[in-house]
């Protein structure tokens, strides 16, 4: 029987390297090697079959991805880089509840890239997990859905603020009415007093996870299916993940009201 296509991609790690690598474009076979860091006595056989299969096409000494092979390459990238993405951490994902994150962007999920989750160690339980406020520091622009409440929050974004990054935050109702409590008033009221700063309230967001927005990195917190939450992230920093991020933000900003005053939403919600 006459192997499929499927077969001939998916049982060898040489030839879908091979068709992902010609994705990017036309190659001869020192570069090939060279990029796959293998001998030309592995590569080509893998090659040939390729060829038998019409799915590349050499011209001289270069070889290129025919009609077909640009087809089935375009197809198979978004596939395993989202299969790449959930095995990198595929205990947390699978634990997570992931329906708050719209369809749109699931099947996008893949842009991710390389990600770590991070999480409070032991010496750092109750204060701010150390890789967050590293990344948070160095951004010039930071954007984020707070799904918790922390109580070094309010003081946090405000010192960031004050740092010169343009900060805007969402927080769900229940949240907002924590930081205008009295131990948080005076530095909600200075972070909505600042030009760089945006303030603005969620309702119905109910176990919408913690989204960062940064110019720098991507962060998402996602509820534990049926458990408590514990404060772990995905971390992200290869560009298509701030733009997947961006667009996570941006999505949950466009059903949000912005507060120009604590005192006056409460008193007239």
Known sequence: MEDSLLDLIFLSEKRKNILLLLLEGPKDINTIKK???ASATSVQPQIKMLKEKRLVVQDKDVYRLSEIGKIVAEKMKPLLDTLSVLEQN?????????SKIP?????????????NT??????????????????????RRFEAFISYFHPL??????????????????LPEPILKRWGEEDYREQTMQFLKMKNTRLMVCKDCEKTPTIVAADNFMGIALFPKGSTFDRKYIICFEPGALAWGKDLYDYYEQNSEQIEDIDSYFNTA
């Not at 205990?91 to 992931?98: L, M, P």
């Not at 409070?120 to 951004?139: C, D, G, Q, T, W």
Request: hydrophobic share 40%.
């Open 35 to 37: 990029i796959l860091k």
């Open 90 to 98: 595929s205990d947390y994902w699978a634990d997570r509840d992931i």
């Open 103 to 115: 369809p749109f962007l699931l099947c996008r999920i893949g842009e991710l890239g390389h990600c």
């Open 118 to 139: 991070v999480e409070p160690r032991i010496e750092h339980m109750f204060e701010l997990i150390p890789e967050y406020v590293e990344n948070a520091k160095k951004s």
């Open 153 to 170: 929050f309010p003081s946090f974004y405000l010192e960031l603020a004050q740092k010169g990054t343009s900060v805007s935050l969402i």
